[in-house]
């Protein structure tokens, strides 16, 4: 199965509500990605667990959390979600060592009212 | 500036005629690039990608180009169809960093 999953699909938050993504992988990856996806705009790369190592940008280090509780999992969370924040957030995962490639999840839909 | 530029952000082409999207990057110890495809409602799938140690590679009716000196790469669609109508995505990574960072995309309609 090379299938990188996202829950839920579309997330609808209110201002100043936390938000909290999941996204889960079955192959035995050891790096998972997080990126931003606006209109117009590049994905832009939020952050990323090398195994246990978490590694944010540094642009957006205060504005975004994650955990991985194990190899399967990760989650993005945001404390207390702005209007900026809405957009389509990206996961993905990769095998250090490999060619490099990630396989993307199919996103979550993030608005904030 | 963009890590990544990528030209253009549209592009329509008539079917079965070449489509060309090229990318620029920042950083020179970039040296993967690879090339996605996504379609509405779907994943960005990889396509083809391209090491820094090539200049050139095919898949099929897939070209990817690479110039290092310059920090450019690009991709070639030969014989488009309208099944490749999709948004693609160029981006550059540095494996040891792996820092991956992705152009704007470009809107490819192949026109019957």
């Not at chain 1, 050891?30 to 642009?59: C, G, S, V």
């Not at chain 1, 490999?98 to 993307?104: A, K, P, T």
Request: charged share 20%; aromatic share 12%; with cysteine.
């Amino acid at each position: 199965d090379t299938t990188v999953k996202q829950n839920p699909r579309y997330k609808l938050a209110r201002v100043g509500k936390p938000v909290n993504l999941i996204c889960s992988q079955t192959m035995n990856h050891d790096t998972m990605y997080w990126y931003q996806k606006k209109p117009n705009q590049a994905p832009k790369l939020l952050l990323f667990y090398y195994d246990k190592i978490l590694n944010r940008e540094a642009d957006t280090f205060e504005k975004f959390q994650s955990s991985r509780p194990n190899n399967s999992f990760c989650s993005l969370y945001i404390g207390s979600a702005g209007l900026e924040y809405s957009a389509m957030y990206l996961c993905a995962s990769s095998r250090l060592g490999g060619r490099g490639e990630q396989y993307f999840g199919p996103g979550t839909r993030l608005t904030v009212l | 500036g963009e890590q990544v530029e990528q030209l253009p952000s549209i592009l329509r082409v008539q079917e079965r005629s070449s489509a060309s999207i090229n990318c620029t990057y920042e950083n020179s110890a970039s040296n993967y690039f690879p090339w996605y495809k996504q379609e509405p409602g779907e994943n960005p799938k990889l396509i083809i990608d391209i090491r820094s140690n090539m200049e050139r590679k095919q898949i099929q009716g897939l070209i990817v180009l690479l110039d290092k000196k310059a920090k450019r790469f690009s991709l070639h669609i030969t014989d488009t169809q309208p099944a490749d109508s999709a948004m693609y995505f160029c981006a550059a990574m540095n494996t040891g960093y792996q820092n991956f960072y992705f152009g704007k995309g470009t809107s490819l309609t192949v026109i019957p």
